[in-house]
């Protein structure tokens, strides 16, 4: 019943992609992945590093498990219980089906192992919150998302920068400990704090999520600024900027 090490990610892929098939009436399935996904998580993970996929002359870790991680998973695994439940009085898929990436894109960022995972998930999780926005549809929705991905998306690119010349400083794309040290450092800091909305770099927040649907704002307020405090207590923890 238990999949060893599964990354928690896939039983919410696997079910945003089924769900768009499947009768309105047989939406509350979608109930069943987090509550499976958590459980898994808890009788089937182990601490260490798994499910390496090569990548170009690089790999990238899917799986790395330890005590913060598993801390954040379980609560992301409840956090899509809830907002999942929310939802059910909605009969519009694309809410629902983006839901479910959303918080399954939250947890692949929370799990991967390395720098490169985390700037896929990072994207991904702008690409599936920002239809939360727009499954409004209301012109205000639609230029209040637009502002939000360019946010979300730029915030991407400084950490694909800051990831890169981190690796030609060190030789590694390690999602660990990084700290306040070089030029590679201060742009992933300020990539995590954009998505962490730090003050003068939260009028996304601001903009988007009021026009997000009820539903859509549920899911927002769950996810996207916990993975970047998340990312922010992995890699600079105690750090002192004063």
Known sequence: MWIENLPPFIPFFVGAMLLPFLPNRARYFAL?????????LFFGASHGDWLNIPMLEFS????????????????????AFISITYSLHVKDKLQQTAGLLYAGSALGA?????LIGLFIFWELLALTSVWLIWAR????????????????????????????????????????YIGLG???????????????????????????????????TVFLSAFTTKVAIFALAKTFPGEQLL
């Open 110 to 114: 929370v799990f991967c192992g390395d």
């Open 137 to 176: 549809r209301t012109q205000k929705a639609n230029a209040a998302g637009i502002r939000y991905l360019i946010f979300q998306v730029f915030s991407g690119v400084l950490l694909l920068g800051g990831a890169l010349l981190h690796f030609n400083d060190t030789g590694s794309f390690e999602f660990t």
């Open 60 to 79: 990238v870790q899917l799986m790395h498990v330890d005590k913060l991680s598993l801390m954040f998973g379980y609560l992301f695994h409840i956090a």
């Open 182 to 216: 070089s030029i590679a450092s201060w742009m992933i800091f300020f990539a995590l704090g954009i998505k962490c909305a730090f003050p003068f770099l939260h009028s996304w927040l601001t903009d988007g999520y009021p026009e997000a649907t009820p539903t859509g």
């Open 32 to 40: 069943l992945i987090p509550v499976w996904g958590g459980l898994n």
